[in-house]
């Protein structure tokens, strides 16, 4: 399989916290998709974890995609594009540094601010793309 992210001269790139949060694009060549549904701060019994704090979110959130991927034979380093939602965009922004000990790969990304997710407590979810190689020979 072979992976190229892409970051064209002609388009700004998002810093924040000095970090580029994505890449503009991601082009795979071979391989096996694993789509992730879109993953809330809950853990394995259902429930809200880090009700109020975003960073404590986004971390259970990372944890429930690296389990997801796992469970599909793939890692975090294999993720080509995300799907962010959240309840408070400029709160999303203060934790760029937890969000990029998930998503160091530099996927392919979209954030969007809603008013609401499935429960009152919930302040970020993501979904997310992965392509895996599953072939011999490298």
Not at 5 to 27: D, W
Not at 33 to 62: C, E, F, H, P, S
Not at 91 to 115: C, G, I, Q, W
């Amino acid at each position: 399989m072979k992976r190229q992210n892409i970051q064209p001269e002609t388009l700004a790139a998002r810093v924040v916290g000095g970090h580029v949060l994505y890449s503009h694009a991601v082009t795979v060549t071979g391989g096996r998709t694993i789509y992730v549904a879109g993953q809330l701060a809950r853990d394995k019994n259902g429930n809200v974890v880090g009700a109020g704090d975003m960073r404590a979110q986004i971390r259970q959130v990372g944890e429930n995609i690296k389990a997801a991927l796992t469970a599909a034979g793939a890692t975090l380093a294999d993720i080509v594009k995300t799907n962010t939602y959240v309840t408070d965009i400029e709160e999303f922004f203060k934790h760029v540094d937890v969000r990029m000990e998930y998503f160091r790969a530099l996927p392919t990304s979209t954030t969007v601010e809603v008013r609401r997710l499935a429960h009152p407590d919930l302040l970020v979810e993501i979904e997310a793309v992965a392509v895996v190689y599953e072939g011999t020979g490298g």
